[in-house]
């Protein structure tokens, strides 16, 4: 199902800010980014991620390969936390950056890749400016399929046509 946010700030706004509850998150570190408003509430929230990707804790079962992944997306958002300080001090396209790294490591410590959100900036047809466009990855794996699917069968149409002389 396609998704376009032209105002990411409430998206981000509204993941980063979700109130906490006693029911369990849809993202297994929904709960764990809520306050990520600032430097010092990210750096808290990871200390709490990194003691439940402990051994017998909540995400203690991941591989290692997801544990780096987590860890590579976690560096990504310090970066721009070190940089911005806040997710109101960064920039669009910065905030597409913080959804994606968060919805990977959702994704990684969820085991479930393909309903990955993923975020990308993108020229609207008429205009030059640009909105947020966001899908799962299984959405936009899917879509990439068939548009080539398409591209292939018109250039099948288009040599079989000059094959027969038309």
Request: one cysteine or more.
């Amino acid at each position: 199902m396609l998704r376009t946010f032209v105002r990411l700030s409430t998206l981000v706004g509204v993941i980063l800010l979700a109130s906490l509850s006693s029911v369990a998150p849809a993202h297994a570190s929904e709960r764990l980014w809520r306050d990520s408003a600032d430097t010092a509430a990210f750096n808290a929230q990871v200390a709490r991620l990194r003691e439940q990707m402990q051994p017998d804790e909540r995400f203690g079962a991941i591989s290692d390969a997801d544990r780096q992944k987590v860890e590579d997306n976690i560096e990504v958002l310090r970066k721009l936390f070190d940089l911005r300080g806040s997710v109101a001090g960064m920039k669009d396209e910065e905030r597409v950056v913080v959804l994606n790294a968060q919805e990977t490591i959702n994704a990684l410590l969820e085991g479930n890749d393909g309903d990955r959100m993923v975020c990308q900036r993108e020229a609207q047809i008429g205009t030059r400016f640009k909105s947020t466009v966001c899908m799962t990855a299984r959405e936009r794996a899917s879509r990439k399929k068939d548009a080539s699917e398409v591209v292939r069968k018109n250039q099948y149409h288009t040599d079989t046509k000059a094959d027969r002389g038309g």
